[in-house]
């Protein structure tokens, strides 16, 4: 099993920067990807930013340049670094991991944290 421990979420106004965190634990044989994906109120999930073992990384276009992903291979943690936030950037942020643990060795399984509110207003 894997676990996803995301943190960093909170109230920001237009232009401030936060941070997300996301550790993840449990029977980990390999981690293939990690990644961070929104939503908002009344829209589909949408990714925001992904970045692969071999760190491959993409972001979706409305953050670029505003955000950056990052990893700790040997913490199991992804970061997501905001800055420039707009309104828009409002949305419940989950952690995404691919992974291949004990449970699902034969194949990757993505795993997903609780999600993070990320509200972005006056």
């Known amino acids: 099993q894997l676990q996803l421990v995301e943190s960093g979420g909170g109230l920001v106004q237009p232009g401030g920067s936060l941070r997300l965190s996301c550790v993840a634990s449990g029977s980990i044989l390999s981690i293939d990807a990690m990644g961070w994906y929104r939503q908002a109120p009344g829209k589909e999930r949408e990714l925001v930013a992904g970045i692969t073992r071999g760190e491959s990384i993409n972001y979706a276009d409305s953050v670029k340049g505003r955000f950056t992903i990052s990893r700790d291979n040997a913490k199991n943690t992804v970061y997501l670094q905001m800055n420039s936030l707009k309104p828009e950037d409002t949305a419940v942020y989950y952690c995404?991991?691919?992974?291949?643990?004990?449970?699902?060795?034969?194949?990757?399984?993505?795993?997903w944290g609780q999600g993070t509110q990320v509200t972005v207003s006056s």
């Open positions: 995404n991991v691919r992974a291949r643990t004990t449970m699902y060795m034969l194949t990757t399984y993505n795993y």
